[in-house]
């Protein structure tokens, strides 16, 4: 079973290509390893997915290839994330003020990387 379908089948990413994707940018490890989107789970792998600031952890229960409802995702996976992760979503963002003189007109292609880097780090 590929961990992009098995992902994408218990809901954690809304397409299959998305999940590819993130194995490909290494957002997902299975028992603590990077892997590409082919790589084969098993019963028992551990799988932590970083979804923006959270790193959320299933264990594998039953691996499965088509997409399931909801309801029946407890079925196949068993969501292992600590409290600590789930209270970075109720954290408020760092509101970070950047200041721009006024008429000098849109940041360069240099400015606007950092403040990419200021915002998003």
């Known amino acids: 079973m590929r961990i ?4 994408w089948a218990i809901r954690v990413f809304k397409t299959r290509n998305e999940a590819a ?6 957002r997902v490890k299975i028992n603590g390893q990077d ?3 082919s790589r084969d789970i098993r019963q028992g792998d551990t799988v932590v997915v970083r979804k923006g600031p959270v790193y959320y952890a299933y264990q594998v229960i039953n691996p ?7 309801k029946d ?18 954290q408020p963002r ?8 006024k008429g000098t ?17």
């Open 4 to 7: 992009d379908k098995y992902l």
């Open 21 to 26: 994707d993130a194995c490909r940018g290494s």
């Open 35 to 37: 892997v590409k989107p």
């Open 64 to 70: 499965v290839d088509k997409r399931q409802p909801a």
């Open 73 to 90: 995702v407890p079925l196949y996976a068993h969501d292992i994330t600590p409290e600590e992760e789930y209270a970075k979503l109720e």
């Open 94 to 101: 760092e509101s970070v003020v950047i200041y721009r003189q």
């Open 105 to 121: 007109g849109r940041p360069t292609k240099k400015e606007r990387r950092q403040l990419d880097r200021i915002i998003d780090p």
